[in-house]
């Protein structure tokens, strides 16, 4: 699966099928999405290749006590995928950065207490939520 930000410049390359598909409604993916949630496939590291550009990191104390890095386009802003501290082998790779979207349904909801009352909750789907104290730092 090929992907990419906005303006072409960082492209990337998934092989094989992601372990597992998440929406997260965690405060940091509402703001780095600009939405109620994001789409999150949890890809392991050797699966994922970045074909081209050089994003930008940007990391974070998440809700969860884990460093969070962001990895983003510095021409355009696009979030191209996150790697926690706590989920080592696996990326985070924002679906919506990929050319042909995936049609299945995420397994896992992270953080629903902060699913906005409009967006009913998944099936089936595991449900997962921490809170910490954050703190950021830019690189």
Request: proline share 4%; net charge neutral.
């Amino acid at each position: 699966m090929e992907g990419g930000c906005l303006c072409g410049r960082c492209t990337t390359l998934l092989s094989g099928e992601p372990q597992f598909k998440a929406l997260c409604y965690c405060k940091d993916c509402q703001k780095i999405s600009g939405s109620t949630y994001s789409t999150n496939l949890f890809v392991a590291t050797d699966a994922f290749r970045l074909i081209s550009g050089t994003p930008k990191q940007y990391r974070k104390l998440a809700d969860s006590g884990n460093t969070m890095t962001s990895h983003l386009c510095g021409d355009c802003g696009t979030t191209l995928w996150r790697e926690s501290s706590g989920l080592q082998g696996l990326k985070i790779v924002k679906e919506g950065t990929l050319d042909t979207l995936s049609h299945s349904k995420p397994t896992v909801e992270y953080y629903p207490e902060n699913r906005i009352d409009w967006v009913p909750a998944m099936t089936n789907s595991k449900e997962e939520n921490e809170k910490r104290e954050e703190k950021s730092e830019e690189k």
